[in-house]
């Protein structure tokens, strides 16, 4: 009897173990190297992947795709009310950082994948709304081609207090919302929830006019529930 326990005990151990662990082959390299990310950045990347090699993502997780706007969310889990949502934020990331990251979400193959991305590529002078949406854009392809079951949310790029680069933002957004008719991705309008009338960020949800608050966090929870009712059943 004993015998029978333990080798059932083992025998789901080793299961469990399966289970939560990816190939290290489906996570990016230490030594990649990503244009437009910042000198801080470069080191704070693969510190988080680090990070999520820890706690990989499984099957039917709810993915929170992004940069520091999404990582300083916390635990997306929480704040939803919904079962296993996993954060993937990287503050400092860029459109191409995502990219090269999408081998463990291809590999867990999740529910499903809300994704902000983008700011940090509009306030380099060098990229262009066209460079930043076509980038989206192939994130949702890749997602499409190697987890097909996953549904991808596009959330349109939040406002800013920083006026040089509301047109791009803008220009940007319009981009995505034309794409989104090709049905790579579901669309969410985020920007518009948090845009005042001049289209910067309402100052009550950010703590320094890019960066959300707390009432900023419950404001967009609260969206997210609204809009995708019953999401989590």
Same mark, same amino acid.
């Given at each position: 009897?004993?015998?029978?326990?333990?080798?059932?005990?083992?025998?789901?151990?080793?299961?469990?173990?399966?289970?939560?662990?990816?190939?290290?082959?489906?996570?990016?390299?230490?030594?990649?190297?990503?244009?437009?990310?910042?000198?801080?950045?470069?080191?704070?990347?693969? *510190?988080?992947?680090?990070?999520?090699? &820890?706690?990989?993502?499984?099957?039917?997780? +709810?993915?929170?795709?992004? !940069? /520091?706007? $999404?990582?300083?969310?916390?635990?997306?889990?929480?704040?939803?009310?919904?079962?296993?949502?996993?954060?993937?934020?990287?503050?400092?990331?860029?459109?191409?950082?995502?990219?090269?990251?999408?081998? *463990?979400?291809?590999?867990?193959?999740? &529910?499903?994948?809300?994704?902000?991305?983008? +700011?940090?590529?509009?306030? !380099? /002078?060098? $990229?262009?709304?066209?460079?930043?949406?076509?980038?989206?854009?192939?994130?949702?392809?890749?997602?499409?081609?190697?987890?097909?079951?996953?549904?991808?949310?596009?959330?349109?790029?939040?406002?800013?207090?920083?006026?040089?680069?509301?047109? &791009?933002?803008?220009?940007?957004?319009?981009?995505?919302?034309?794409?989104?008719?090709?049905?790579?991705?579901?669309?969410?309008?985020?920007?518009?929830?948090?845009?005042?009338?001049?289209?910067?960020?309402?100052?009550?949800?950010?703590?320094?006019?890019?960066?959300?608050?707390?009432?900023?966090?419950?404001?967009?929870?609260?969206?997210? &529930?609204?809009?995708?009712?019953?999401?989590?059943?």
């Amino acid at each position: 009897m004993i015998t029978r326990f333990l080798l059932l005990f083992f025998t789901v151990l080793s299961f469990y173990s399966h289970a939560q662990s990816l190939p290290d082959s489906v996570y990016p390299a230490d030594t990649l190297s990503i244009a437009y990310h910042s000198t801080w950045t470069k080191t704070h990347y693969p *510190e988080r992947i680090k990070e999520f090699k &820890k706690v990989p993502l499984q099957k039917n997780d +709810i993915v929170f795709l992004g !940069n /520091s706007i $999404t990582e300083q969310g916390g635990d997306w889990s929480k704040r939803l009310g919904w079962q296993a949502v996993k954060n993937r934020g990287i503050s400092g990331d860029v459109t191409e950082g995502v990219l090269k990251r999408l081998g *463990e979400l291809t590999y867990a193959k999740p &529910k499903a994948v809300f994704l902000l991305i983008g +700011i940090n590529d509009i306030f !380099n /002078s060098a $990229t262009t709304p066209e460079y930043v949406a076509d980038n989206i854009l192939a994130i949702a392809k890749a997602i499409r081609k190697g987890s097909p079951q996953t549904t991808l949310y596009v959330q349109t790029i939040l406002p800013t207090t920083t006026t040089s680069i509301k047109e &791009k933002v803008q220009q940007t957004n319009a981009l995505l919302r034309k794409k989104a008719g090709r049905k790579a991705y579901q669309l969410l309008d985020t920007h518009a929830l948090f845009a005042d009338e001049g289209d910067g960020m309402k100052k009550e949800y950010t703590k320094d006019g890019v960066h959300l608050n707390e009432e900023g966090y419950v404001l967009w929870a609260d969206y997210l &529930k609204n809009q995708l009712p019953g999401f989590d059943e």
